[in-house]
């Protein structure tokens, strides 16, 4: 293969070429190596049975693509949206989705091993050399909820902060991945296979499959024990928020892991999350007035219809959370002030502002990409 890389231009009369191929008009097979095809809009293309080498489709939009056993070694959908796209027995091998959306995506039966590509270049002396690398496919960080992987192999695949919630993964073979932060809430896991991987501080639903896979494990037994911790801690603030302080004690989650928590509906008024890690803490319908999320992780974090106001997620870093009808207007003190919900210097991805109670202004000036904002009264 040579490296030098292809020109995007061609891409065009390919793809053309292909869909005509599909239909068994003629056409030519698509068969693509290192061309520049990022930034692409091409939703609800059919690549299927395609060959795509080493090419660059990142940071695009291929919503509803079809990429059915597909040959997409080596390649790059680094930020792209694969929302809904089919990979059934696709190739994979060594492919980097890192960062991309890959809700309700389908990979059954697809191949995510490690993946090899061959160069041939000239040495600096002008004799030829071959040059064989080695890629990981990497899905870190992607978003697959909901995402289908029955059968997929996946050995020693990088999946740190993968999102599969919801996702089903029976039959999937995870052994030798590095799966550490990973989110497994709702998963279907029979039959998966997780020898020999890494999962610190991943997220699990207890369930009698969950116990079974990961039994014995130690970053299983520490996600169960901080669990009982925090319902423990919680127990004594709904005591001090009942009795005015009295007794009681009030609850300080300062820098601590709250990963996976399951709060909803609960008393946790002025409570203190400064720099703590919520990703998928499930805090819909709470009651959070005056609460101090500020430096605090809420990654995939449900906040739907809870007590906001007042609360400070000053410098908070959000990436698919939800404030979907929450209350996020300024909570009135005692003595006649006003104590706003603040979001300065918040980092913003993929957030839901749906029908949330709240001043668009107050994040004026806040960084944020692809949120979903509220509506102005």
Known sequence: MDDRPGDPREATQALA???LWLKGRAGKRLELRLVNMSGLKLSGFDFSK????????????????????????????????????D?????????????????EAVLDGSDLRVGTMTV????????????????????????????????????????????????????????????????????????ANFFNTDIQDAIFTLDDTTRRLFKGNPFFEEFIGGLKEVDRMLVQHEKWVEAGGKT????????????????????????????ADL??????????????????TLHYTDLEGADLRGASFVEAQMLHTSF?????????????????????????????????????ARLDGVEH?????????
């Open 248 to 275: 009681g004690l009030r609850a300080d989650f300062t820098n601590r892991s709250l990963r996976g928590v399951d709060l909803r509906g609960r008393e946790l008024s002025a409570v203190s999350f400064k720099g």
């Open 324 to 360: 979907e009808s929450a209350d996020l207007t300024d909570l009135r003190l005692r003595d006649g002030g006003l104590l706003p919900t603040r979001f300065d210097g918040a980092r913003l991805e993929w957030t839901n502002f749906t029908r949330a109670q709240m001043d668009p």
């Open 50 to 85: 395609g060959t795509l080498l080493a090419c660059n489709l990142s940071q695009s939009n291929l919503k509803g693509c079809r990429f059915v056993e597909a040959d997409l070694t080596n390649s790059l959908f680094i930020g792209s949206d694969l929302r809904h796209c």
């Open 279 to 296: 990703t998928a803490a499930k805090l819909s319908h709470a009651k959070l007035a005056a609460a101090e999320f500020t430096g605090a």
């Open 369 to 377: 990409t692809d949120t979903t904002l509220p509506t102005p009264n």
């Open 120 to 191: 041939h270049r000239k040495s600096k002396d002008g004799d030829a050399e071959i040059i064989s690398r080695e890629y990981m496919t990497d899905l870190s960080y992607c978003n697959m909820e909901g995402a289908s992987l029955q059968g997929a192999v996946l050995r020693k695949a990088q999946l740190r902060g993968v999102n599969f919630q919801n996702a089903d993964l029976s039959k999937a073979d995870f052994s030798g991945a590095d799966m550490q932060g990973v989110i497994l809430l709702g998963a279907a896991l029979d039959g």
């Open 87 to 103: 990979f059934t027995r696709a190739n994979l091998r060594g492919t980097r989705f890192y960062k991309s959306d890959m809700q």
């Open 17 to 19: 070429q292909h869909q």
